[in-house]
């Protein structure tokens, strides 16, 4: 690989965002990609399961249209099904929440009544684009957060609900918990409280019904990686530390200095002129302060302490036969007894198991078996990560039994799960602007160091979906990030035009 004045640049993380830079920094000088763990893909990861795939980490292309590098990719590579190409799947407005065919279990042991959850459902969307609303605003925002500020207007408008009945209403407001419980997994974080009100908005949902990959989301990060030149990417190659405004060289070689020395777990060291760091969020909040040395400028450590990271895990569930009826495509979960403006349970030991939200049915069952896939967020996923196999699916059997009121429901047959907060390298699921912070956080984080703009050198650069101020928390975001880090080094790496 030359090119480049034979610059070095090694990326750390071989994620979306590490392959993205790798695919576009091709010819630029010589390139090393350091891996953590024994695959590629980071939080993409699909795993065999019953007689099909499952998708341990990300599970969708949100908003699969052209706008959308993801799909862009994904539809080069073939990977994905013919329904995703259709157009008026594209340009379908879904605003970040697929319509699935809904069943909604009450804890009662009763399907509810379809008119009132998609009421109390409507209400709460319609809430949440009010909250959407507040972003670059004039007036200050009322209050600091999502929940604080969906509380308040639930509490507002709770005497109307129901048409008045009490019953009913009681009834609206267990399903306005549920939709909380999903709006925490869908923004990764334990509660919305946590989730900053005004720069909610910057989010931005594409247009496209959500869409999966039929030969699994692996099949994205395998191609991206057999593209790449052979010995690119180094697996099982944690970095320890990297040293940067340094001057190192290598043994036998007094010719050249370089400014970045990457050490890894294993001993391995390797020297560079450019670093591109795409290591999850999670994980710099740990180990940030170690693994820069010098350590990061005070301004980036903040920003990385003040933007959220949270955890949102999946429980796939194997039957012998469905219970659920074959267009059913989402069983929701509501306890009927639950209320946003009540306190939730801290009994992260007995009650984890109701945060929840439901199960995805798994499409199709010709290809993946009879399997549900339960999703749910924050401390009780993380509290989930602790229990055993055998718990887990013990505490689901009693689950989905009390659901449809059935004591005789066959216990699954076998079950797996996420447990992204454990893992070491990763420490959760993905990023969200939390009160305190703002957009402006990411884009610090997302500035290449050192920080004086007459420094050519670029020493260490950014990537990853946090860096991402507009599509953080997705995919598509990653790749993103990924490409502009190696547009910011290809400028540099230019040689001049004669």
């Known amino acids: 690989m030359e090119g480049g004045g034979g610059r070095r640049v090694v990326a750390v993380g071989a994620g979306l965002a590490g392959l993205g830079a790798a695919q576009r920094l091709r010819g630029h000088g010589s390139l090393r990609l350091l891996e953590a763990a024994a695959r590629a893909g980071g939080r993409v990861c699909t795993r065999p399961f019953a007689s099909g795939l499952a998708e341990i980490g990300a599970h969708w292309i949100h908003g699969p249209s052209p706008g959308n590098p993801t799909f862009h990719l994904a539809t080069q590579y073939g990977l994905l099904g013919p329904a995703a190409a259709q157009e008026q799947n594209q340009q379908a407005e879904a605003g970040g929440h697929p319509p699935l065919p809904t069943c909604t279990y009450g804890s009662s042991g009763r399907q509810l009544d379809p008119g009132v959850v998609s009421e109390a459902r409507d209400l709460f969307h319609s809430l949440l684009d009010s909250v959407r609303a507040f972003h670059g605003a004039a007036a200050a925002p009322p209050v600091p957060s999502v929940g604080q500020y969906l509380r308040a207007e639930v509490t507002r408008r709770a005497p109307a609900l129901g048409g008045g009945h009490e019953e009913a209403r009681r009834l609206a407001l267990a399903v306005l918990a549920t939709c909380l419980k999903l709006e925490c997994c869908i923004s990764g974080t334990h509660s919305m409280d946590l989730v900053a009100l005004e720069p909610f908005g910057e989010y931005v949902s594409l247009p496209g019904l959500d869409c999966t990959f039929p030969g699994g989301y692996s099949s994205l990060p395998d191609r991206m990686l057999a593209d790449l030149p052979e010995g690119t990417v180094l697996l099982n190659k944690a970095v320890r530390t990297i040293r940067w405004r340094g001057s190192f060289r290598?043994?036998?070689?007094?010719?050249?200095?370089?400014?970045?020395?990457?050490?890894?777990?294993?001993?391995?060291?390797?020297?560079?002129?450019?670093?591109?760091?795409?290591?999850?969020?999670g994980f710099l909040k740990e180990r940030h302060q170690d693994f820069f040395q010098p350590p990061l400028?005070?301004?980036?450590?903040?920003?990385?302490?003040?933007l959220g990271f949270g955890t949102n895990n999946k429980i796939f569930l194997e039957f012998e036969q469905p219970f659920w009826d074959p267009q059913q495509q989402l069983l929701e979960v509501v306890w009927e007894d639950e209320s946003p403006l009540e306190e939730p349970s801290t009994d992260l030991e007995a009650n984890w198991f109701k945060k929840l939200i439901g199960f995805v049915v798994l499409q199709p069952p010709e290809q993946h078996g009879h399997v549900l896939c339960g999703f749910i967020a924050g401390k009780e996923?993380?509290?989930m990560e602790t229990l055993s196999d055998a718990e887990v699916l013990g505490t689901m059997t009693r689950l989905l039994r009390t659901m449809t009121g059935d004591p005789r429901l066959p216990a699954p047959r076998s079950v797996l799960r996420s447990r992204w907060h454990s893992a070491p390298y990763t420490r959760g699921s993905y990023s969200y602007v939390a009160v305190g912070s703002s957009g402006d956080d990411i884009d610090v984080l997302a500035e290449p160091l050192p920080e004086d703009p007459r420094d050519p050198r670029l020493q260490l650069l950014f990537a990853g979906e946090a860096t991402h101020r507009t599509f953080y928390s997705t995919t598509h975001g990653a790749l993103l990030a990924g490409w502009r880090e190696a547009e910011r080094l290809s400028r540099l790496l230019q040689p001049p035009a004669q």
């Open 250 to 281: 290598e043994d036998g070689d007094d010719t050249r200095d370089f400014p970045v020395r990457v050490e890894c777990e294993d001993g391995d060291t390797f020297l560079a002129d450019h670093v591109i760091v795409t290591v999850p969020l």
């Open 297 to 306: 400028p005070e301004r980036k450590a903040e920003a990385i302490r003040r």
């Open 381 to 383: 996923s993380e509290y």
